[in-house]
């Protein structure tokens, strides 16, 4: 406003200096007429100068308050900081156009607009809505698994959700560094959401050593004079274990009956262990087993599906016969059964001099590690085996070994065939 008195002033001062102009002419008799002419043409022209400058010094102008770029989180209110309005004489109408959509992430304008004359004067503020908050992921299940070594981990689940976005569950990308082996792992999962946000959160996977070493007590050879025996010593150490049996006169049915009893598992062996007649062709080899199986079957009312190989599969005692082992390994299982041989060897039906020799065998091959299937021998005259049977049992138990007895879901252990 100064500057315009400033104006206004020169203006009327150039004016004074044209009236002083006219009345000299006057003086000097010039026309009236003509003199009176020139000064209303000039004060025309002032006044125009005067009213252009008015307009020019008087333009309004918004002044916002607050920030010319604001920045909102979506879903929150936006509230307008306002606006003065300069330079106007009186209240000016300012429109204001808020296209704001505050549920939706974007950068919006609003728009301030006052009409001077015949322009408009405009200012605009920048609202930025933003999604800055992370989404979130929940784990379903626990977050901490322990495993044993060879289990797999299964997830169990995880949904995610996002407060812009909503469920992005499908979104979660899964990681994990998994081995099977002992040690802590991760699972990771991640998402992010449509705004660029985030979010990571993980499961651990303790792989333990979970296999405390089971011990499968395997029996071959019997029944015998030695069964008894053998079956008083598991029940007052609350084992059970599995007897691979052959053919057995009718004095030795009640042992076999009683075998079943006390919950041991009745497995075939052979019927006739004649290595050169069983491994002469498969029909031979499943005659004499199957021979067994009915015999048994009668016996007990067990289908019995469990089986040892005599010598074990991986025997060379069949050399006569080029392959039958790789065929019969293979006809077995097609037939439904399951066959064991052993990864403790206690050589008490050769090799093992006394029950010293039989408890070491046994316990310094057993591992904690995996399920160890013991090989001992059902045999009359087996006394070191009875005699060591009592200490393997008892100081397996105190090492953490438990004994269980094979089944048909117990996994079977066999050696490599070697014919
Ligand atoms: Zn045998």
């Given at each position: 406003m100064d500057k315009f008195i400033y104006v206004i002033f020169s203006i009327v001062l150039v004016y004074i200096i044209i009236i002083i102009f006219s009345l000299l002419k006057i003086l000097k008799k010039k026309s009236i007429k003509k003199v009176i002419l020139f000064d209303v043409i000039s004060f025309i022209i002032l006044l125009g100068i005067m009213c252009i400058c008015y307009y020019s010094y008087n333009i309004p102008t918004i002044k916002l308050r607050g920030d010319k770029i604001v920045k909102i989180n979506v879903f929150d209110n936006y509230v307008d900081a306002g606006y003065d309005v300069i330079n106007s004489s009186k209240n000016m109408k300012v429109t204001v156009e808020n296209n704001v959509d505050s549920d939706k992430v974007g950068i919006y304008d609003v728009e301030y607009t006052i009409k001077h004359f015949n322009k408009e004067i405009k200012e605009v503020r920048k609202v930025q809505v933003v999604d800055e908050e992370k989404p979130t992921i929940k784990l379903l299940g626990e977050t901490v698994i322990t495993l044993g070594i060879d289990s797999k981990y299964n997830e169990s689940g995880y949904t995610a959700s996002d407060?812009?976005?909503?469920?992005?569950?499908?979104?979660v990308k899964v990681t994990d560094n998994i081995k099977n082996e002992i040690g802590k792992y991760e699972v990771i999962y991640t998402v992010e959401d449509s705004s660029g946000n985030v979010f990571s959160t993980k499961r651990i996977i303790n792989k333990i050593n979970d296999n405390n070493g089971v011990i499968y007590l395997t029996f071959d050879d019997?029944?015998?004079?030695a069964t008894s025996k053998i079956l008083d010593i598991l029940k007052e150490n609350n084992v059970k274990a599995t007897f691979f049996i052959v053919n057995y006169s009718k004095w030795y049915e009640d042992v076999v009956k009683r075998i079943v009893d006390e919950g041991h598992t009745i497995a075939l062996h052979?019927?006739?262990?004649n290595y050169k007649l069983i491994y002469s062709s498969e029909e031979a080899y499943f005659d004499d087993l199957l021979k067994l199986k009915s015999k048994v079957k009668e016996t007990t009312g067990i289908d019995a599906n469990i089986i040892r190989f005599p010598g074990g599969?991986?025997?060379?005692?069949?050399?006569?016969?080029?392959g039958i082992m790789t065929k019969l390994v293979k006809k077995v299982k097609e037939e439904g059964f399951h066959y064991f041989d052993w990864?403790?060897?206690?050589?008490?039906?050769?090799?093992?001099?006394?029950s010293n020799d039989v408890y070491s065998n046994d316990m310094n091959n057993l591992n904690k590690n995996r399920n160890n299937v013991v090989l001992i021998h059902d045999l009359g005259h087996n006394i070191k085996t009875i005699n060591a049977l009592t200490s393997i049992i008892k100081d397996s138990k105190s090492k953490g070994y438990t004994f269980s007895k094979i089944t048909y879901d117990t996994p079977m252990v066999v050696h490599g065939v070697n014919n």
């Open positions: 407060n812009y976005d909503g469920d992005i569950t499908k979104k019997g029944p015998s004079s052979s019927y006739t262990h599969s991986s025997n060379t005692v069949s050399k006569f016969n080029k990864n403790v060897d206690s050589k008490d039906a050769g090799g093992a001099k006394d």
